[in-house]
């Protein structure tokens, strides 16, 4: 599975967008270096900028939640922060481990897969609402 930014992912906020733009992408340059039998040496690269900048999106976007006075934002960040435990998660078992095939396939099943639900579900709703809060 590709994992593409699609206009279905989109959530008309300039600042969400283009962050998630750049972990869609992140995600799939990994399965494309799988796809070229380079996912085990991608897989560590790959982790280190998730968690890097899964910190900066996730606080960007709960800045603006508060800015806008957003309802949901504590369950938002519960949501945020499973997320960051999963990655910390994937991390440890690379630590130990090392990049095996498993390790890869996990990466693309469950960040990739999250990432996509939690913005047509989640971040949609986080930018209507300060959409319409005048931002």
């Known amino acids: 599975m590709a994992y593409t930014f699609t206009p279905d992912l989109v959530t008309g906020n300039n600042m969400i967008d283009s962050q998630h733009k750049e972990l869609i992408k ?3 340059d990994l399965l494309n270096a799988c796809n070229g039998g380079k996912g085990r040496a991608q897989l560590e690269p790959t982790l280190k900028f998730l ?9 960007d976007e709960e800045k603006l939640q508060q800015q ?5 934002c504590v369950n938002h960040k519960k949501l945020h922060d499973g997320f960051k435990q999963s990655v910390r998660i994937l991390g440890d078992e690379l630590r130990k481990d090392g ?3 498993p390790l890869v396939g996990k990466v693309n099943a469950q960040i990739g897969g999250w990432l996509i639900t939690h913005i047509k579900r989640e971040d949609v709703k986080v930018a209507a609402h ?3 809060a005048g931002g």
Do not use: C
Request: glycine share 4%; no cysteine; proline share 9%.
């Open 26 to 28: 992140a995600i799939d």
């Open 51 to 59: 968690s890097d900048y899964t910190n900066k999106h996730f606080g």
């Open 68 to 72: 806008y006075k957003y309802p949901d």
């Open 99 to 101: 990049p095996t095939v």
């Open 130 to 132: 300060v959409k319409a």
